[in-house]
C-alpha cells in the first residue's frame, strides 16, 4: 500500500521563501516527483529525486531522505504566478508499472 | 510540438449513455496512464499501459475501460456512465519509468 501526506494548504508573501513537505509511507521506493499544477490546468512536472540530497533548479529546490520517508519542495523568492497547487508523486516498484502514486497537493497561496 | 491530447475537453452527458474520451501523445512514449481529479482527493489512477496491448488496473478502475492498440493512442471508455464518475480526468504519457509524465490539457466531464 502507499501513504503520501502532504499539508492541504499554505500562504506565504511575495519574495519569501516556502518549504511544502511530503512524507510518504509506501512498499518499495523508486523515485519521488514534484509537480506544480495551476487552477484548472494541467500538472507540469518541476522535479525527481531518486537519491538522498537536494537538487537545485533555479528558485525550486527538492530535498529528499530515503531513510525518513521525506521529501522538501523549497520555493525561493516568491512571484504571484507561484500561487498554484503543488502535488509530490511517488514512483514505486508494483503491479510492474512504476507509474507514480500522486498525494493530494498542497494549494499555496501568494500574498502581494 | 511535443504534446499529449485529449477530447472533449467538456462533456456533459447522461447515466447510461456509453462515452470514450480520446488521448494521443506524439513523443513516441511507452507509459501511458489516465487519473481523475476530484477535489480533496488529488490525481487517482485509473489504468495504466506500459506499451501497446499491455494494460493493467490502477486504483480506482471499476466502471472505466482502456486499450492500446496503436503506442500513441490510449482511449478511455465510460461503458455505463454513472454521476459518481463526474470528475475532471487526464491523460500522461512519459518515456520512461524514471522519466516525468506529461500531461493532457484535461477533460471535464459531468453525468446526470
Known amino acids: 500500500g502507499q501513504n503520501i501526506d502532504q499539508p492541504t494548504e499554505m500562504t506565504a508573501t511575495e519574495g519569501a521563501i516556502v518549504q511544502i513537505n511530503c512524507t510518504y509511507q509506501?512498499?518499495?521506493?523508486?523515485?519521488l516527483f514534484w509537480y506544480q499544477q495551476h487552477a484548472g490546468e494541467a500538472p507540469t512536472f518541476l522535479s525527481y529525486n531518486v537519491l538522498d540530497g537536494l537538487e537545485e533548479k533555479g528558485r525550486f529546490s527538492s530535498f529528499l531522505s530515503r531513510s525518513k520517508g521525506y521529501s522538501y519542495l523549497l520555493l525561493k523568492e516568491l512571484q504571484m504566478k507561484d500561487s498554484a497547487s503543488y502535488l509530490c508523486a511517488v514512483s514505486q516498484p508494483g503491479k510492474g508499472s512504476y507509474i507514480p502514486t500522486f498525494g493530494r497537493g498542497t494549494s499555496l497561496i501568494v500574498h502581494p | 510540438e511535443a504534446q499529449v491530447t485529449q477530447n472533449p475537453r467538456y462533456l456533459i452527458t447522461v447515466t447510461g449513455k456509453k462515452l470514450t474520451v480520446t488521448c494521443s501523445q506524439n513523443m513516441n512514449h511507452e507509459y501511458m496512464s489516465w487519473y481523475r481529479q476530484d477535489p480533496g482527493l488529488g490525481l487517482r489512477q485509473i489504468y495504466y499501459?506500459?506499451?501497446?496491448?499491455?494494460?493493467d488496473k490502477g486504483d480506482v478502475p471499476e466502471g472505466y475501460k482502456v486499450s492500446r492498440k496503436e503506442k500513441r493512442n490510449f482511449p478511455l471508455i465510460l461503458e455505463s456512465p454513472s454521476p459518481n464518475q463526474t470528475s475532471l480526468y487526464f491523460c500522461?504519457?512519459?518515456?520512461?519509468?524514471?522519466?516525468?509524465?506529461?500531461f493532457g490539457p484535461g477533460t471535464r466531464l459531468t453525468v446526470t
Open positions: 500522461a504519457s512519459s518515456l520512461s519509468r524514471q522519466s516525468e509524465q506529461y
Open positions: 509506501t512498499s518499495g521506493f523508486n523515485g
Open positions: 499501459s506500459m506499451n501497446v496491448e499491455v494494460t
